[in-house]
Structure formats: structure tokens, C-alpha cells
């Protein structure tokens, strides 16, 4: 009886241990990603740099085609779900008659700033590029990916459905005047500078 006790409570306390060893490497994980989040060049370039890696294992060794066809089309969906507004005014039943001036977004440099917020978010397009990236490279390590296909079909099939959504996300765009990009927001110079400026000037002559 004392060695069954024994055994479970052996158990329960390796089975504290295992979750607080995960409970700790996700809290470093979730940590790195929060102290690289200002950090929009550096993670690019990383980025990057593992998809340089993937390319060369495909071009190098001549293989994995179907899991780079895979890569490409997972990484335009997240790069349309980028380009495209978070509250989409096709489907807003908010959203302005196509008989006015077009979105709520500013076409003007007089009108009020207001950013483009996205369906994708700038840091969730990043990681999720860098994990399926990062996958497709774990994934020609194995043989059983590397499905042999006529690779210049997929990328036929690959260049003719980016240009079709391409094609009709800019429509997309023209038709709803908006730019996926957020310029930056006016700065107006304070009093006090203005009139300094002024006097500068009037005390020069």
C-alpha cells in the first residue's frame, strides 16, 4: 500500500515538474517575442535570413517542391490578410453608399488622420512567416515531403493565382480608396516656435 502511495505521488510530483518546465519555456518564449516587438528591421531580417535558408535547400538539393508550393501559398494568404483592412467595407453594413465620397479612410491631407489598421497585424504577419517558414525548412530534412511533381507547373499555377488576387486586391483598393500603408501623422509646430521663428526673421533684417 505505502509502495502504490509511493509511486503515485513519484508521479504526480514528475508530472509538476514536466508542467512547470513548459509553463517556464513558454513564459521565456512569450518574453523573447514581447522584447523583439519594437524591433520591426531586425525581425525582418531574420526572417529573412531562414527563408534564404529554405531557398537554398530547395535550390541545392532539387527537392520539396510541393512544400515550397505550400509555403508560397500560406505566405500570400498572409500577405493579402496584410494588405487588406481590418473591418473590410464590402462587408461593413456601416460602411458608406457607394453614391459618397468612398471610405472612411482619409483621401486628403486636410482631412483627420485616422491609420490603416489591418486584418493582419505587422507582428502576427512576421511570426507567422517565420514559423512556416521555419516548418518548411524542418520539413526537407525528411524524404517522405519531398513529393516528386513537374515543378514548373507549380509555378505556373503559383504565378497565375498571385496575379489574379493581386489583380483583384488592387481593385479592391481602387474601388474603396484606400492604401494598406498609414502615413505619418501631421506635425504642427507649436506657438511659441512660430513666433520665434518670426521674431528670428524680423530681427535679421
Known sequence: MMNEDNSSAST?????????FFQRLSQTYQSSLDRSTPHTRMR??????????????????QGW??????????????FIAFLTPKIDPEFDPYAQDEEDDGPNLPTHSNEEFRPFIRRLPEFKFWLSVTKSTAIGLFCTFFDFFNVPVFWPILVMYFITLFCITMKRQIKHMIKYKYLPFTRNKPRYQRVNETAGGANFGGNSK
Open 12 to 20: 504526480a510530483s514528475s508530472a509538476g515538474g514536466v508542467k512547470k
Open 65 to 78: 517542391y510541393i512544400v515550397c508550393y505550400a509555403l508560397g501559398i500560406y505566405h500570400l494568404n498572409l
Open 44 to 61: 525582418w531580417v531574420f526572417a529573412g535570413f531562414v527563408l534564404l535558408l529554405f531557398v537554398l535547400r530547395i535550390f541545392i538539393y
